[in-house]
């Protein structure tokens, strides 16, 4: 009958729509979890890129950053800062929070030292320490780890030079490079940048000869990358 034959039409119609209309429900509810998951990976992937900072921070944001680059607080201390190391007369007050980037691939582990002033809670530079001093060591308990280190100069003059290449990119060209030393005992070198709102230097220090001082013991010793950011 035509009657019957329109109800059954209409019938199928309202089950394609409701097929539809799920099928639609399950397309947004996919897209939507898929967009809060992309956006969370997306601020994990912008914290990790923060692994060196250009930028001033606010202090409250260290532990994210450090959060988001495996770091762990390992120690705070307070002493006097010079901003501008070509200018070491002015002094800054700080207090020093040590975080551990356990992810790290280099021997020591990056510790980054966050300088933050004492006067107003600002930040006003940060050390990036590839050093076996954040602060503490005792090289005379540790005589065989300076012994395999003093084998490794490559290594820490292929970090040097990376770091050298990373302050190129931000800076262009150095202000200042000053070779301290090169010679069969030590390397000590350092490398300076500054733009209207930074100052930065890159260091290395490699003991080539260990040496075994009667009045200091093995304290002249040192095994050093540095990238020191300042912010004016």
């Not at 998951?37 to 001033?56: N, P, S, V």
């Not at 302050?167 to 150095?174: D, G, H, S």
């Not at 050093?224 to 912010?231: A, E, L, P, Y």
Request: aromatic share 12%.
């Amino acid at each position: 009958m035509p009657c019957e034959k329109i109800k059954t039409n209409k019938s199928e119609m309202n089950k394609i729509l409701l097929i539809k209309i799920f099928l639609l429900c399950v397309s947004v509810s996919i897209v939507t979890s898929c967009s809060i998951k992309k956006g969370y990976t997306t601020q994990q992937e912008e914290l990790k890129k923060g692994k060196f900072q250009f930028d001033r921070i606010a202090v409250n944001k260290i532990e994210e950053i450090e959060k988001a680059n495996s770091g762990i607080i390992k120690d705070s201390l307070e002493f006097g800062l010079s901003l501008n190391n070509l200018k070491t007369d002015n002094q800054t007050k700080t207090k020093t929070f040590i975080y551990k980037r356990e992810n790290d691939d280099f021997s020591p582990k990056l510790h980054v030292w966050y300088h933050v002033d004492t006067t107003n809670n600002e930040l006003v530079a940060i050390t990036y320490n590839w050093d076996f001093y954040n602060p503490s060591f005792n090289p005379d308990k540790n005589e065989k780890l300076l012994i395999e280190t003093n084998k490794r100069e490559s290594e820490y003059q292929a970090k040097y030079k990376e770091l050298n290449g990373l302050l190129k990119e931000r800076f262009q060209n150095p202000t200042e490079v000053n070779l301290i030393n090169d010679s069969d005992y030590s390397f000590n070198e350092m490398t300076y940048w500054e733009d209207e709102e930074l100052y930065a230097y890159s260091r290395i220090r490699f003991q080539r000869k260990i040496d075994k001082n009667p009045m200091i013991g093995l304290a002249g010793n040192h095994f050093v990358v540095q990238m020191v950011i300042s912010f004016k």
